[in-house]
DNA sequence: ACGGTACCAGACAGATCTGTCTACGATCGG
DNA sequence: CCGATCGTAGACAGATCTGTCTGGTACCGT
């Protein structure tokens, strides 16, 4: 199969609709609940034109994981942008993720959700997901260690711990209550005396 | 039915049975994919004696919570007893879960994973998880208040915070580099200064 | 004009799943 | 001894699910 061929696959109006289609629809209820069936239904395509573009469901969860990857990559960029300084960046990131979590559509962390349909840590969309905390958590890092913080390895742990804690608890508890606490939670941590240790 | 009955079919060995086979496999593989014919093979326990018991799946999957509920209940009771004030208690308990996330078998929160398996926040599982998860935060307040933590409300959510991120990322990270930072954790959120908000 | 590719429509196999049902044995209080 | 209850064994209906396969249409580069 020539390169060519591979990109215009990639690049088909179908397999479009059908990422889109499962992405709502992942997001919104579930991985498996969501059946072939129903996906190639609302994206108004054949099942043949599904298992063109996807050998398997796992591979479809897979791209839905990896196309979010991306977007949150995007995001994180903006917003590093935007900022006057690492700092300043690391914390919009918080307020970011409180604001996203007070939203109607919060449904949890996308990929928090998705590993807990896939028990084996060996499983690719496992492996997926851990592609991307190991991305999340070096962000922290190197944001920490671009405003001089002395623990950046040990801080950018325990700030994923507060970011697990925003999306758990957006989900399922209040996320208007969260809100507020976001950014105190994400200081407290920041701005801690690290212990002799 | 007489309360004598209720009473005798709570404490059935069948019943148990059922319930310890459906904790073992709905923690381990998930809710979902755990079929009904598979817990009553595993059990040994007739199809028609599981649907005497419970009504339906959705109320064994109840059941199963609610169990955990009480052993993390007693859990944190005994914990308690053995601690010399609730500072310590509290930090203790965060040990705790640093060490059960440790563990070779575990595979995060049952109770977050389970509502990841329910995306209704009205359906009676996600209800359950929902109390567990407000006796958790009430826990972390009431021993704040009594060792005269001058914001237990804010920082009881705060701990929950930190709790989700203990969990979610024993389970998805590494959780030997988590375990000697549970503690750090815990510290410098008790410790930091309240902003004035 | 022709071969390759993309696409739609839908039947189909084979394996699930939940919950109901029949039929029968064991135990125990009254 | 009798009726209620608890239990086993397993067939069954009805609705899933994934992935394959057939058949036909349309475009596009050569």
Known sequence: MSAE???RRRESPARARILDTATRLFYAEGV???GIDRII???GVAKATFYHHFPAKD???RAYLEAEHGRQRAAAEMLRAASAGPREALLSLFDHLGETGAGP???GCPFTNAAAEYPDPAHPVRRTVAGYRRWSRELFRDLLAGCGHPDPEGTSAILMMIRDGIVVGSDLDDPDALRPLVRDAAVRVLDAPVPPA
């Open 105 to 107: 559509m919060f449904r």
């Open 41 to 43: 239904a609302e994206a």
């Open 5 to 7: 061929t591979l990109e």
């Open 32 to 34: 498996h609940p969501v």
């Open 59 to 61: 591979e479809l969860v």
